[in-house]
């Protein structure tokens, strides 16, 4: 639904509030008119049911406004003398048509000095809970989100079971586009595993001002542009258009923003054709080859806590030396030879377990593949105990690279891939590109998709909304956003662009860590050092637990004693 018809149908509520409730107006001293003047009515609603002004701007507030209309509906019929169970429920059921009917059927009495409390524990405790839920709503949606990392695309930076709190105001809290949600869920209920949210009626995109802009190799929470999953514990059985607030949460490093010319070479990111150099927080992993000396590779792993990558198989020579064999390996299943010695070649390739054991192949004690920091890297080079520690670089086309189609084929068009690609412009609001043939793939979702035109493609001719096109003016600014962990990532090397309306805010405090989180409860462990960590800021990470305990502690003794003293003075 457009902003205009949103502005018809708050015109519309506020005629049918008007007729409805204007004789309520009069028994409560008003004027008859004061009940369909939009806003002004509101104001005069709360003089009237005695209840706080700003109640009205949370009524404009999506979701919050689904708890606080009933509950004005309850306090209206206290008012009024109709605060029995029945009448209660329904002035709730019927979505507070029920005042009109009081209003037009009813000889009602105004109490202006009602006792404000709840009539009985069961809706003092409704109440309760009603207003937790508002306060918890508009705190989640408008200032802090609780997120978990679910993923090690941000392996060593952030890690598997950190627990954060996500800033939505530093970069303009976005008012939610479904205003029919369940509070506080995504896009799914818990246990029931069933839709929060209807599609429809949907508001526009707003957001309110950002306290600061995203910043190259800021962590930045979104919405995956690219999902388009049923719901979140199910796979999809076809693509489902959802609305961007409900796509799944991602979180990933910014490391190109609008206006950039976003590049990668070798896995080196280069932007506007200067090496990116990453804040001292980060921890970039890349994939090696690595080779150790007389010692199981899974030593070395647990050693170094070594925990992606996988292993290397060893093929007898004498099956892989058949020229028809080997090369029926390499076409159909990749096979790749890494290493060989006089009994056994070590290779990769599409192995399982079928392959296994019909070659008779073995996991190679010496060779293993793993994701290592700078750090490590480092340390296992001079280590007696490894041969060798080769990175990998990819150089080849890789199928389902941006802006490829994942088919099972590399793309022909490019021999991008996740470590060499670009260079691409990182599209700013208000700046125009040429447009042909060769670049219209790069910016084909953003012109038909994220910005709604209608793109057609004839031949050489490009169409935009029924006109010939040879440029394209950018209605919003885009991000890429990449992982850390660079060969452990989905990000916006295989689905592009970020837009900006996908974005949800800014990762700033760990508050928990637990180590094994996905592996059973008996298996967790806290990990002391990252609780009450920041997220961002100069220098590597500090933990302020301690002194969270301290003034902790200090506060329960301030309150001892002043209970103490407060019993002292009394007696």
Not at 197 to 220: C, G, H, M, T, W
Not at 391 to 412: A, H, L, M, N, Y
Request: hydrophobic share 40%.
């Amino acid at each position: 639904m457009e902003i205009f018809g949103w502005l018809i149908l708050i015109l519309l509520v506020q005629l049918i509030h008007g007729i409805g409730t204007w004789k309520l107006y009069v028994k409560a001293s008003r004027k008859a008119w004061e009940a369909f003047v939009p806003v002004y009515n509101g104001i005069v609603l709360m003089q009237i049911i005695n209840r706080p002004k700003y109640w009205i701007l949370l009524l404009f507030i999506p979701v919050i406004n689904l708890f606080l209309f009933p509950i004005i509906w309850i306090e209206t019929l206290r008012t009024f003398g109709k605060k029995s169970t029945l009448d209660m429920v329904l002035g709730v059921v019927t979505l507070g048509f029920y005042i009109a009917y009081v209003n037009y059927t009813q000889e009602v009495t105004y109490h202006a000095d009602r006792d404000l409390k709840a009539p009985n524990k069961t809706m003092d405790t409704l109440g309760s809970l009603s207003f937790a839920i508002v306060v918890a709503t508009l705190v989640h949606t408008y200032f802090i989100q609780p997120y978990t990392i679910p993923t090690s695309s941000l392996e060593k930076s952030l890690l598997v079971g950190d627990f954060l709190f996500v800033s939505k105001f530093h970069y303009g809290a976005r008012t939610p586009m479904t205003p029919i949600a369940a509070p506080m869920v995504h896009d799914t209920l818990p246990v029931v595993k069933v839709k929060s949210y209807l599609a429809k009626p949907s508001l526009p995109y707003f957001r309110f001002p950002a306290v600061q802009k995203i910043e190259r190799n800021d962590i930045v929470v979104f919405n995956w542009p690219a999902d388009t999953l049923f719901h979140m514990y199910k796979a999809a059985d076809k693509r489902y258009d959802k609305p961007i607030d409900k796509k799944t949460n991602y979180v990933k490093r910014c490391t190109a923003i609008p206006g950039d010319n976003f590049e990668i070479r070798d896995g080196i990111i280069f932007i506007n054709g200067k090496e990116s150099i990453l804040p001292e927080r980060a921890k970039p992993q890349y994939f090696y080859l690595i080779k150790t000396n007389n010692v199981n590779a899974d030593e070395i792993k647990s050693f170094y806590q070594i925990t992606e990558g996988y292993p290397l198989f060893e093929i007898k020579n004498e099956i892989w030396d058949k020229p028809e064999f080997k090369n029926e390996l390499i076409s159909r299943y990749a096979f790749e030879e890494i290493a060989r010695d006089t009994l056994t070649t070590a290779v990769t390739g599409q192995i399982d377990q079928d392959i296994y054991n019909k070659l008779g192949l073995m996991i190679s004690p010496s060779y293993f593949y793993g994701n290592l920091t700078a750090e490590k890297y480092e340390k296992l080079k001079s280590d007696s105990r490894i041969g060798s520690v080769k990175r990998q670089i990819s150089k080849t086309s890789e199928d389902g690279i941006f802006t490829d189609i994942q088919d099972g084929k590399p793309s022909v068009k490019n021999n991008w891939n996740r470590d060499n690609m670009g260079p691409i412009y990182i599209p700013e609001a208000g700046k125009t590109v040429a447009l042909n043939k060769e670049n219209l793939p790069l910016y084909k979702k953003i012109i038909g998709e994220y910005e709604g035109n209608d793109l057609k493609v004839n031949g050489d001719e490009i169409r935009i909304n029924g006109q010939v096109a040879t440029s394209y003016t950018f209605k919003q600014d885009y991000y890429w956003m990449m992982g850390d962990n660079r060969h452990n990532s989905l990000d916006s090397r295989y689905w592009g662009f970020v837009p900006a309306d996908h974005i949800v805010g800014k990762p700033i405090f760990i508050w928990m860590s637990i180590d094994g989180i996905n592996d059973g409860l008996k298996n967790w462990s806290i990990r002391w050092d990252r609780l009450f960590t920041t997220v961002s800021g100069d220098g590597q990470p500090k933990s302020y637990f301690q002194y969270f305990l301290i003034a902790l502690a200090g506060y329960f003794a301030f309150d001892y004693f002043r209970k103490k003293k407060k019993k002292k003075e009394e007696a």
